[in-house]
Structure formats: C-alpha cells, structure tokens
C-alpha cells in the first residue's frame, strides 16, 4: 500500500532495546515472530473457545470432563493471547504460567486419551496431541516457550 | 464436489503461497498479499451469499444450521482481523500473519463443507 520499508532490522527487531522498546523492560514480545506466534494463538482462542461454548451448551453430559477441559483450554488460549501481546514483566510471567500449562495440558490430555480414549472421546483441542488441529496445539507452546526464552526482560522489576 | 469449496480453496491456497512466498523473500505486505488477502474475504462474501440462495431455494444444511453460519460469520471476520494486525507492523512476519489467514479460512471451508454435507460433528 503506502511505501513505508520494512523499517524494523531483520534481527534487531526481537527484543532489541534500541528499536521497539520505549522504556527499561517494556520491551514489546508483539514483534517479528513474535507477531506470527500471537495470529496463531489469537486463531486457537477463537477455535476453542467456540468449540467448548457449543460442547457445554448442546452436549455437557455426554462428557463432562472432556468439555470442562475444552472450556479450560479456550481460557488458557485466551490468557497466553492477550499476555504475549502486552509488554512488561508481568505479561511475561502471565505468558509463560499460561503457556506452560498449555504445554503441560496438551502433553497431559493427549496421553490420557490415548490410554483411556473412553474417558476422551476424541473432541477436545488437545485430544491425541491435537491431531484434529494438525498438531499445532503441541508444536505451539514449545514455540511459544522458545519465543519468550530468548524476549525474557534483562531485569526483572515489577 | 461443490465447485464453491473448490474455488475457496484455491483462493486460500494461492493467498497462503503468495504470502509465505513473500515473506521468504523478507518482503513487508505489499499489495499483492493484501490483495491475495482481499481475495479471500471476498470468496467468503459470495460463499455466504450463495449458502443464503441455496438455502433459500430449498438446499437445506445437512449438519446444524446455526452452527455452519457460526463458523461463517467468524471466518469472515478471520481475514479482516489479520489485515489489521498484518499493517500494525510491516515486516515480512505480517505476510507470515496473511498466510495464516488463508490457511485458516481454508480449514474453516473445510469443516463447513462437511457441516454442509451433513459428514461429522463437532
């Protein structure tokens, strides 16, 4: 459209003190990659959360633990969204609680409903590792804990 | 074969390479992603249309209705929500951010073809 370059550096952009951020540790994570990671995220939130409201309201007892947990992956996509957007040392540590329970949920979940596909029946977002997903809800939390590792605020102030 | 899920998903494919190729190129969005982007909402507009026609000639969802309009409305929201966040900031990871768009609206054609055909629940 209007010819503004690609302004921010190729590398400096993640992280870099110099360009996107305004103030000591208000380095924005929203940035870059960083970018790309949050659509996704975004997409999940959307998906899940739309996926659990239509489970719970039309089908909650035919498995109750499976929608329950529908309902807390949607929350948690939800969190992880909005805390890697904003900038600042607290929605880094919102961000990786959120994306390490995603981690440990999708782990978790996918497991248990391989053992026990009764208790599971296919229909949650983290259900055999997120295989109806294409797997993204297993590669996306590793990504996003790589993403934070290398954007963690040089001190940590609160 | 619906010809409607055929044409979307060369819409969404060319959209997704487009894009994925541009951002491999290190280019910020330029007018041929958003356009490609434009392309896709644009499908999704004369999807919705046509499902209206047919629905109202007599060609009845086979799946739940509400939930195959449900999956309309935010599909078309989809491409709308990536543009914004795509020119917040233009470097090649926006095009990055197109792609997936198109690949979400695709996944999304998808599903509501087979709601359509009336194939699988949720």
């Not at chain 1, 590669?139 to 993403?147: C, E, F, K, Q, T």
């Amino acid at each position: 459209m209007k010819d503004r370059r690609d302004d921010l550096p190729e590398r400096g952009a993640r992280g870099g003190s110099s360009s996107a951020a305004v103030g000591s540790g208000e380095q924005s994570r929203a940035t870059g990659p960083g970018r790309l990671l949050i659509a996704v995220y975004g997409v999940f939130a959307l998906a899940a959360t739309a996926r659990a409201a239509f489970q719970i309201s039309t089908k909650f007892d035919e498995a109750p633990l499976a929608y329950l947990l529908s309902a807390v992956a949607a929350v948690v996509y939800i969190v992880a969204t909005v805390s890697l957007a904003r900038a600042g040392s607290r929605a880094y540590i919102v961000s990786v609680v959120a994306v390490t329970i995603e981690l440990v949920g999708v782990i978790a979940v996918g497991l248990l409903s391989i053992l026990d596909a009764q208790a599971f029946p296919s229909e949650t977002v983290w259900s055999a590792f997120g295989r109806g997903y294409g797997f993204v809800p297993l590669i996306l939390p590793i990504l996003g804990l790589a993403w934070l590792r290398r954007n963690r605020p040089e001190r940590a102030q609160g | 074969m619906d010809p409607f899920f055929l044409v979307g998903a060369l819409v969404c494919a060319l959209c997704a390479v487009l894009c994925i190729g541009a951002a491999l190129l290190r280019q910020p969005p330029n007018d041929i992603t958003i356009l490609s982007t434009a392309a896709v909402e644009l499908f999704l507009i004369a999807y919705a249309v046509g499902a209206l026609i047919r629905q109202v000639m007599g060609e009845p969802v086979l799946g739940e209705a509400w939930e195959f309009w449900g999956y309309l409305l935010t599909a078309l929201v989809v491409p709308i929500g990536a543009f914004w966040w795509s020119i917040l900031e233009k470097t090649r990871w926006s095009n990055f951010v197109l792609a997936a768009a198109g690949l979400t609206v695709f996944v999304m054609l998808f599903r509501m073809e087979q709601i359509w055909d009336g194939v699988a629940g949720l």
